[in-house]
């Protein structure tokens, strides 16, 4: 039922009621009137013929007579005369047993001797079986004597008659009422719809704009936006790729430059023990992710130089152009004390801030001297970023966990600059980050940021519960923003992802060649089923789990025994830190029992690979493997799940995958397990092992045709576009501020 009808019928019922209510009420006020009135009425005959019947009273006959008279009113039924002890005198026809002399007497007066003032007029009306009555007994006194009473019975019948009429009336007035007032309405709601629509559209032709259209006009401007991007998209050809996303900057922010400012370069120059010195990609999601968006863009990225060559490869000021051979972009390498590396990025980014926003049982470590590092770093990164950029309002791209005060800090020397800021880690929910001693700074020095962006909507939830929690703000729900000072950050999921097609697939060999010559290099048997695992050696992501997954299924399925082998990559990463070294060594001491629990001959069931492996290594993996196990125990949103995804153009291979990445949240196609489930996880292995070619290629292939459109030329695509979206607002309103200051000045 819409809701004009339910108005409409609310409307009716309501009137009816009311037009109920309003009858009854009438008919008990008019009945009241009816009454009062013939008891006035009888009285007045009484009054009017008191000598008369005095002087008549002892004589019956003539007595009737007069009585007889005055029963002639259409009205009145019956006249009766009484002796004041009750006893009928005469009467001009019977009178109804009710009420007759003895029953009425007593009503009349206290006792049959009572003093004449002491006797008082009685009425009553009652229902017959022939109608309704009226009766009166009024007292006859004569010369301070009371002689005894007087009954005179009323018709009220045609009372009736016209309490009926009357409701008839009042139905039709109420019932016209109603038409008239549904029917104005009508004509209203027409009249100024009509004005209200035809005022929109002639202020969407570029009228004069008014007030009220603002909350609608904003709505609209926004879906039209959206729609045209939409449209956009499909005129440029559909996927997002590099061109789409250049085109794209220069589209929507004129080819402007973009600073990218993380901690970890896209390139490391190290110098191995034979003096050589090697280029590294390091194994870093975010460096997946961005690294081919720098390509695309152009523009600055600055990081902390942590390569042992890494000076000798860049100029005076830290400056190279990378990629080396394929020039685009420039890395500037900010350059670190041991002291500060140590205070701001092993200490209070991977003590504290780490394990603060994982859920993976570490307990956080806060020390202040660790904190003032921080800010120290964060504040030489932000100088470094006003060194590299070229105008007033530069787009700067901060990324992750490192650079939570970079962003206000940005904002204090650039106020008119755009800065996105990128968490690639999940984000907690405001009890868990309310430990940490420095939450409100960070908070604040995140707010500087014009746009802050999240894998998943759930820990842009979380983040504005935690500023609800803790600062001074005002959050605008309806944007999804917080606004501080009249200055607002809007808080926005951006999922990230890997570039598609990716590029380490360029010069790869067939999946099926690379499984060969994989296998040979094992020392595995051609129809050997393998198991793949990539991460950094970190608590994160559940290795200890994924291997005593990979115990169980040898302990419960026999089968798999001498058959199924899981390799894991793990690059060693925060070394300096205990708790790495810890997982380290547990990692070693889980695959070796496992290995002598269950090998035999030659057979290993786990071979970990604790090295850095150069990304077509690590895809040579991912196209030979039977399955690949991301087992995170929490993660922001993983991208070794897409890059597998991305790497199997063969359309084989199965994806179990940890419930508590992001990614699980978009690849449903994947045997989704919790890792903590040993049984769950041991028997999603079996099933991805014994999974049927259909089923793989049926997967896979959804998984790759959501990767392919949501990649990450899309991700950074959205990203800009929401920054472009909000500068040309911020100019808009910078000079709409300019024109009411100068008209101030000049009024
Ligand atoms: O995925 C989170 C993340 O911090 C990335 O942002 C980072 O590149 C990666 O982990 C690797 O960490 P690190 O830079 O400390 O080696």
């Not at 009420?25 to 009945?31: E, G, M, N």
């Not at 709505?219 to 559909?238: A, C, F, N, P, Q």
């Not at 860049?314 to 500037?332: C, F, H, I, M, N």
């Not at 890792?675 to 999603?684: G, I, N």
Request: overall charge neutral.
């Amino acid at each position: 039922m819409s809701r004009a009808v339910r108005f409409g019928v609310a409307l009716v019922l309501g009137l009816a009621l009311l037009t109920y209510g309003a009858s009854v009420w009438v008919q008990r006020r008019t009945r009241e009137w009816f009454d009062k009135d013939l008891s006035s009425r009888a009285e007045a005959a009484v009054t009017a013929t008191r000598r008369i019947l005095a002087s008549r009273w002892d004589r019956p006959d003539e007595l009737g007579e007069l009585l007889a008279d005055l029963a002639h009113d259409e009205r009145v039924l019956a006249a009766a005369a009484c002796t004041k002890e009750a006893t009928p005198l005469a009467s001009s026809s019977e009178m109804p047993a009710q009420f007759s002399c003895q029953q009425l007497g007593p009503r009349l007066r206290p006792s049959a001797d009572a003093p004449p003032s002491a006797w008082a007029a009685y009425k009553e009306s009652a229902a017959l079986p022939d109608g309704a009555v009226h009766v009166s007994a009024i007292p006859v006194v004569d010369a301070e004597r009371a002689l005894g009473f007087v009954v005179l019975l009323h018709d009220l019948s045609f009372v009736e008659r016209r309490e009926a009429e009357a409701q008839k009336f009042l139905l039709l007035a109420f019932a016209f009422l109603a038409a008239a007032a549904s029917a104005l309405t009508v004509v209203a709601a027409r009249l100024s719809w009509r004005s209200w629509s035809d005022e929109l559209r002639r202020f969407l032709k570029g009228g004069k704009e008014r007030p009220e259209f603002q909350p609608i006009l904003r709505d609209v401007r926004e879906l039209v936006e959206r729609i045209v991007e939409e449209k956009e998209t499909d005129r440029e050809g559909g996927a997002w790729n590099p061109a789409r996303l250049k085109q794209a900057l220069v589209r929507h922010l004129h080819g402007e430059k973009v600073v990218i400012l993380a901690n970890r370069e896209p390139y490391i120059h190290e110098r191995a023990a034979s003096g050589e010195v090697q280029v590294l990609h390091p194994a870093s999601g975010l460096v997946t992710a961005l690294e081919p968006v720098m390509r695309a863009c152009s523009g600055v990225w600055i990081a902390h130089g942590s390569g042992n060559a890494d000076r000798q490869s860049a100029d005076g000021q830290g400056r190279l152009k990378v990629p080396p051979g394929e020039e685009s972009y420039l890395l500037r390498r900010v350059w670190l004390s041991p002291e500060e590396e140590r205070g701001y990025y092993y200490g209070f980014s991977n003590e504290g801030l780490w394990p603060l926003c994982h859920i993976a049982h570490a307990r956080p470590v806060f020390r202040s001297a660790d904190f003032r590092h921080y800010e120290a770093v964060n504040q030489k990164f932000a100088e470094a970023v006003c060194e590299e950029v070229d105008s007033e309002d530069p787009i700067v791209l901060v990324q992750d966990y490192h650079f939570a005060l970079a962003p206000r800090m940005i904002r204090e020397r650039l106020p008119r600059s755009t800065v996105l800021m990128f968490w690639h880690i999940p984000w907690p929910n405001s009890e868990r980050f309310g430990i940490c001693p420095w939450r409100d700074d960070l908070l604040e020095g995140m707010l500087g940021a014009s746009i802050l962006g999240f894998h998943t909507q759930f820990h842009c939830n979380n983040f504005i519960e935690t500023v609800d929690c803790y600062l001074e703000s005002r959050i605008d729900r309806e944007q999804s923003a917080v606004v501080q000072q009249g200055r607002s950050t809007l808080i926005r999921p951006y999922p990230i992802s890997v570039e598609w097609p990716i590029r380490w697939l360029s010069d790869a060999p067939p999946a099926a060649d690379c499984r060969a010559a994989l296998l040979e290099e094992l020392r595995l048997p051609p129809d050997a089923l393998l198991g793949v695992g990539v991460d950094r050696l970190d608590y994160t992501k559940g290795v200890e789990e994924r291997l005593l997954a990979v115990e169980r299924l040898l302990e419960r399925f026999p089968s798999f025994r001498g058959k199924f082998t899981f390799v894991q990559l793990a690059a060693p990463s925060r070394t300096a830190i205990p708790r790495y070294q810890q997982l380290n060594e547990a990692v070693e001491s889980l695959a070796e029992r496992i290995n002598q629990r269950f090998g035999q001959g030659g057979y290993r069931p786990v071979i970990l690979k604790r090295a850095h492996h150069e990304p077509p290594a690590v895809f040579r993996y991912y196209r030979a493997a039977d399955l690949c196990y991301v087992s995170s125990l929490h993660d922001g949103m993983n991208l070794v799940a897409k890059e597998f995804v991305a790497a199997r153009d063969d359309e084989r291979g199965v994806l179990v995958l940890s419930q508590f990445t992001g990614a699980a949240r978009e690849m449903t196609e994947a045997l989704i397990v919790n890792p903590y489930d040993l049984d769950e996880a041991s028997a999603a292995l079996k099933t991805a092992l014994e999974m049927s070619l259909a089923e793989q290629r049926e997967r896979m292939r959804s998984m790759r045709t959501f990767v392919a459109e949501f990649n990450v030329y899309r991700w950074a695509g959205r990203m800009l576009a929401d920054a472009a979206r909000l500068r040309r607002r911020d100019r808009l309103t910078g000079r709409l501020s300019d024109h009411l200051s100068a008209a101030a000045v000049g009024g």
